[in-house]
């Protein structure tokens, strides 16, 4: 498996423009996470999926910040609109999680954020 | 709720030498714990879990963790470093999901 797919790697982007992260996890896996990552913060969860519903939604920052899973292959993060203090590493990772078994998670190569 | 803590922002360590990065955690039940490692510009690789079982574990890269629970630490060791392992390191605890420490970044020098 090529392990979790993230696009783009790199993304700059105009204060007010709409910016959409996407994510590939590894096939066969039932829960995915998306990560942010910044100096002040150190890595936060945004959401949790599984089976590709959202269970945990509780880090996402305000209502300009959207994520969806239409299938168990695909996400995306959605910025709208994009403000510079949404600059970050955002992550995605996936796990395959089951009951009583810790569960390990798998990250992509992340993707880097610049609003200017 | 879960939290870790990683006392140590930065370390330096010579090559060769040892290194022991801490972890301190914070749960009710019996934790899942996990090291994992960031080098510069990537995600995140896992080094080694904790489930159960036996205390000490051990990972790749020649790196191992010892859980003691009565010290609710899970602090991580390589014998011997190399200049390779100069990285950013996390410990996360988890509970459905990973809450990580502030990370613990590791220089290595000559």
């Known amino acids: 498996d090529a392990g979790v797919i993230q696009s783009p790697r790199h993304e700059v982007t105009e204060m007010g423009q709409e910016v959409t992260l996407r994510c590939k996890p590894i096939s066969g896996h039932n829960s995915l996470f998306w990560y942010r990552q910044t100096m002040m913060r150190g890595l936060e969860l945004l959401i949790y999926?599984?089976?590709?519903?959202?269970?945990?939604d509780s880090g996402m920052p305000e209502d300009r910040f959207s994520a969806k899973m239409p299938n168990a292959s695909f996400s995306t993060l959605k910025i709208q609109p994009s403000e510079p203090r949404d600059s970050a590493v955002y992550f995605c990772?996936?796990?395959?999680?089951?009951?009583?078994?810790?569960?390990?998670?798998?990250f992509g190569q992340g993707t880097r954020l610049t609003v200017v | 709720a879960q939290s870790v803590t990683q006392p140590d922002i930065h370390i330096t360590v010579s090559e060769g030498a040892s290194l022991e990065l801490r972890c301190n955690y914070s749960?009710?039940?019996?934790?899942?714990l996990f090291w994992y490692v960031q080098s510069p510009g990537q995600g995140l690789q896992l080094l080694l879990k904790?489930?159960?079982?036996?205390?000490l574990v051990q990972g790749i890269k020649g790196f191992e963790a010892e859980f003691k629970r009565s010290q609710s630490s899970f602090n991580l060791r390589k014998p011997s470093v190399h200049w390779s392992d100069a990285a950013e390191y996390f410990c996360?605890?988890?509970?459905?999901?990973?809450?990580f420490g502030a990370g613990t970044t590791v220089t290595v020098r000559a």
């Open positions: 996360a605890v988890e509970d459905y999901k990973l809450s």
């Open positions: 999926f599984n089976n590709n519903v959202p269970i945990d």
């Open positions: 990772a996936s796990s395959l999680a089951r009951q009583g078994a810790s569960t390990e998670a798998f």
């Open positions: 749960y009710g039940a019996t934790p899942y």
């Open positions: 904790y489930f159960s079982g036996d205390t």
